[in-house]
């Protein structure tokens, strides 16, 4: 079974901090997908990073796949209170399905 | 750009009660899926279509059903609902492996 860890489950930083969630696994994946999920919304796509080693920027927000394709980060550069929220990663499996695998998720709060 | 369009937006049985939770896309989506949240315990795969006319088990299918109606509607139905089943659902829709368009959830409580 295919598991993905994200780390730390939450995170309270004050604006302008910066901050990093970490997204872990044993297994392979042929792609690794970040969202953020308001409350009472369902999960909204950020980036999609399918190469080893790929980095994207998202103005903020940098995501990045490790060289292995089992884990992934992203950094976001000083924060706004805009950016508080769950931030979940997914990884889709090397079979031919889109199937996704989601971690628990970061519960992110920046205070003002 | 009505996009994933899940009904109801909330709900509440009573245990032994069955239900269908309805879901719709009209991006032209092949793949559609059904997930459920709990806290702590991020989304989990109940079922999926990767096209129409296929549907096959996610992570908990248990205690669920699934009907692929055409390529836009895709329904869940609890037939004997259980308290068990209390989350929050969400439908999504993707295009190959271009990302997720999840619906808003249906919050479901059994009591």
């Known amino acids: 079974t295919q598991l993905l860890e994200q780390s730390p489950q939450f995170l309270s930083i004050q604006e302008g901090e910066n901050l990093t969630v970490y997204c872990n696994s044993s297994?392979?994946?042929?792609?690794l997908q970040w969202y953020r999920q308001e409350p009472g919304e369902g999960p909204v796509l950020l980036v999609t990073v399918v190469t080893g080693g790929e980095v994207k920027k998202l103005k903020r927000l940098t995501f990045q796949f490790g060289d292995a394709r089992k884990d992934s980060s992203l950094h976001i550069t000083a924060a706004q209170t805009g950016d508080t929220g769950l931030y979940l990663c997914?990884?889709?499996?090397?079979?031919?399905?889109?199937?996704?695998?989601f971690g628990s998720g970061t519960r992110l709060l920046v205070r003002p | 750009n009505a996009g994933v369009t899940q009904t109801p937006k909330f709900q509440v049985l009573k245990t032994g009660q069955s239900m269908t939770l309805q879901c719709a896309q009209d991006m032209n989506h092949n793949s559609m899926y059904w997930y459920r949240q709990d806290p702590g315990m991020g989304l989990r795969l109940i079922y999926y279509?990767?096209?129409?006319?296929?549907?096959d088990k996610g992570e908990v299918p248990n205690g669920y059903n699934v009907s692929r109606l055409n390529k836009r509607e895709f329904s869940l139905r609890l037939e004997s609902a259980a308290p068990s089943q209390t989350s929050v659902y969400f439908c999504?829709?993707?295009?190959?492996?271009?990302?997720?368009?999840f619906g808003s959830g249906t919050r479901l409580t059994v009591v």
């Open positions: 999504a829709s993707s295009l190959a492996n271009y990302g997720y368009t």
């Open positions: 997914a990884g889709a499996g090397m079979d031919s399905s889109y199937k996704l695998i």
């Open positions: 279509s990767a096209s129409e006319g296929t549907t």
């Open positions: 297994s392979v994946f042929s792609s």
